[in-house]
């Protein structure tokens, strides 16, 4: 099948088996796993266009849904932090929009920008998890996950939302979020984190992922939020975002005649089927899934295509 604004020609069932792929165990992490379509499909499938970028926010929108929707449901949505991080990323988004279309639309300057990217991306997490010391006494991760693990041999299903489980707000201030989980309480910052949330959106914007794959691995690492919390929020700042960047990449595509601005919205589509159901899937899974094994899983993605694309310009 023919793509014409990509400028590709791929078989319609590779873009949602890949995204699936990728969505269910991303999702796990808060990250909606364009951060690895986007190398997917400028090395794999040869679109190398900024449209690449909107197309994978298209993937985004079309994708997040359905993990919103778990989260929510499971009571582990942490509304404050949400808006927090959209109210930051969101300019940083359309800014960085801007330094795509004119700083960066040479193919190997944008590899080795996004490779930048991922290897600091994946050096904070692997420094979180090489180097954080052992206690004896379980985190709220490994509480909340042993937690999880218990119920589903006992009743073999999962239940709504308990006490403990859920996220209770307790202070919501223009300084401060201050929230429970699974009976710790914990306080966010909320002006660094929405200063934070400002540059990660611009450089979110011109890579096209909308922030959510670099805020989530910091709020875990910096911010020491825990993975199933935070998980929720981070997706649904990408998703908001994302509207805004598709939205502003299309509105930009009549002024660079060109240059393919617009995102190719048949082959986004399929990428958000696949992601769509892989999200819906990982965010059900999360809580029975070790945060270790999930931080892992982000940390080996995220060093290994950043090698690869550094590699490529460097030699």
Known sequence: MYFPVAGIEVSPIVPPLVAFVISFFTSMGGVSGAFLLLPFQVSVLGFTSP??????????????????????????????????????????????????????????????????????????????????????????????????????????????????????????????????????????????LMALSLVVGMVGGVYGIGGGAIIAPFLVSFFGMPVYAVAGAALMGTFVTSVAGVVFYQLLAPHYPGMVIAPDWLLGFLFGIGGFAGMYCGARLQKFVPAKFIKWILVVCLLFTAGKYIWAFLF
């Open 51 to 192: 449209a690449v970028s909107s197309t994978n926010q298209l993937f985004n929108i079309v994708a997040i849904p359905s993990g919103v929707y778990r989260y929510i449901k499971e009571g582990r949505m942490l509304w404050p932090l949400t808006w927090v991080v959209i109210i930051g990323t969101l300019p940083g988004v359309l800014a960085g929009a801007i330094v795509r279309i004119k700083y960066l639309p040479d193919p190997k300057n944008f590899k080795l920008f996004a490779g930048l990217v991922l290897l600091y991306m994946g050096g904070r997490l692997l420094k979180d998890l090489a180097f954080t010391k052992k206690s004896g006494t379980p985190t709220t991760e490994e509480r909340f996950q042993q937690r999880g693990k218990k119920q589903a041999q006992t009743t073999g299903s999962e239940a709504s939302c308990e006490h403990l489980s859920c996220i209770t707000v307790r202070q919501w201030t223009p300084t401060r979020i201050v929230y429970d989980f699974y009976g710790e309480t914990f306080t966010v910052n909320a002006v660094g």
